[in-house]
């Protein structure tokens, strides 16, 4: 007994040939999706694009969609696709029975189609699917490219992020550049104690030698990076600001304090000055050469309020008053006394009592509670920051009031950062 007679190559159902056009219907979604949008709607922005030849079409709509939410539009066209390329191939080929394709062997051929790997355990059969094939592999390509446009933007660093990574780079290079230093008065004083021994042909002295001039090439290798790391920093808007450093008449190559903001600095490089930005709630500090706590707050004893003034709102507080090691900090009414002065330290710890406000075990997470421990300043679970809305920040989270209720006895905790009351502190100097 014979098997079934193998469909040929050119097969295609009437039903199938008349069905597959019937998906170009999908213009009455994009008519939708133009109507409905708030650019077409918006008189303004009409006459705006009439006024600078930009027509308000599909297309442009596509690409301000895309604009704001481009994870979003991606998954949403995906799905699409995916529903209608499936259906496409189950429709168009058949298995060694002459029945349709399965549904889910139609999906995982689309799969293996879209992201143009082709396993090749399934094939299409006829010419129609190897067309539908041919059409969804092409998408796959242009959907991968997408996909890493969006992912690249994601990926990369924005301005505020840059400054922080640069300065902390900025940092690490001046402590290497103090170790170059002291390595090069080392060995140049060794060099000439050799000489002056007559040991100019000994193995020592060549030793010395060498690495006197290590650390000369190796210092200037890392201030010609300084100076690439600080080219880095420059953008757009601190091209726009720029005509601030044109009164600036630049010494010398250097750092240099900006007399009308004590939140930025003048970078010369090659007698040009550029005006450069402190992390939020640093002030320059031209003795040290670095951004630091302000020199007006370092040390002195404040209040920390929060919900009003020391009369109306409350202040942090150590919980039962004894600076012992895990003590909680909580809301209470101000009193002013030894519990409730903090000091702010240059390092960025705050202090109360000989002990330090620390994140417990380093884990910073939502609800994470705040607490007394021996100060470790080079640790980044006692650095805190003052950004401008008066928000308290450490290790990507913020000092924050639990449900926002400004009452006595409520323990601080972290949270991520937002602009209610709760994350707003007021320093009242003692």
């Not at 694009?49 to 027509?55: D, E």
């Not at 549904?103 to 006829?126: C, Q």
């Not at 390595?183 to 000489?195: D, H, S």
């Not at 001039?213 to 600001?241: V, Y």
Request: charged fraction near 15%.
């Amino acid at each position: 007994m014979s098997g079934p007679t193998p469909i040929p190559l050119s097969f295609i159902p009437m039903d199938v040939a008349l069905g597959l056009p019937m998906f170009a219907r999908i213009y009455l979604l994009c008519r939708s999706i133009t109507f409905h949008s708030r650019f077409l709607r918006d008189s303004s922005s009409r006459s705006l694009g009439y006024l600078n030849k930009v027509p308000i079409n599909f297309f442009f709509i596509i690409k301000a969609y895309l604009e704001q939410s481009p994870a979003l539009c991606l998954v949403i066209f995906f799905m699409l696709m995916f529903c209608i390329g499936s259906w496409s191939l189950r429709a168009c080929n058949y298995t060694t029975t002459n029945q349709h394709l399965p549904i889910a062997n139609a999906m995982w051929m689309f799969m293996t189609l879209f992201t143009t790997v082709g396993y090749g355990d399934l094939i299409p059969s006829t010419y129609c699917g190897r067309g539908v094939a041919t059409i969804t592999a092409i998408i796959g390509v242009m959907i991968s490219a997408f996909l890493i446009a969006v992912l690249s933007q994601i990926l990369l660093l924005n301005r505020w992020e840059k400054y922080i990574y640069n300065f902390g780079l900025n940092i690490e290079m001046a402590k290497t550049q103090k170790f170059y230093a002291a390595n090069i008065i080392f060995y140049a004083w060794k060099v000439w104690r050799l000489n002056r021994s007559g040991m100019q042909r000994s193995i020592e002295y060549v030793y010395a030698q060498r690495k006197l001039f290590g650390a000369i090439s190796n210092n200037q290798t890392l201030k010609q990076e300084q100076r690439q790391l600080a080219d880095h920093n420059i953008g757009l808007a601190e091209l726009m600001t720029a005509h601030l450093a044109l009164g600036f008449v630049c010494p010398t190559d250097g750092l240099f304090l900006n007399p009308h903001d004590e939140h930025t600095y003048f970078r010369c490089v090659l007698g040009t000055a550029h005006l450069m930005p402190c992390p939020a709630g640093l002030v320059w500090d031209q003795s040290n050469r670095i951004c630091e706590w302000p020199s007006v707050q370092a040390f002195r004893r404040f209040l920390i309020t929060v919900g009003g003034n020391t009369t109306t709102g409350k202040c942090l507080d150590v919980a039962g008053g004894n600076a012992e090691l895990h003590s909680q900090i909580q809301l209470f009414r101000c009193h002013g006394r030894q519990s409730q002065q903090f000091e702010l330290h240059r390092d960025g710890t705050i202090r109360i009592m000989g002990k330090c406000l620390d994140i417990p075990d380093s884990k910073a997470y939502d609800h994470q509670s705040v607490q007394l421990f021996h100060c470790h300043s080079a640790q980044e679970n006692q650095r805190f920051i003052i950004d401008a809305q008066n928000r308290i920040h450490v290790m990507g989270k913020c000092l924050d009031v639990p449900n926002g209720q400004i009452v006595n006895n409520n323990p601080l905790q972290l949270f991520r950062c937002h602009n209610e009351a709760s994350q707003h502190f007021t320093l009242t100097s003692l």
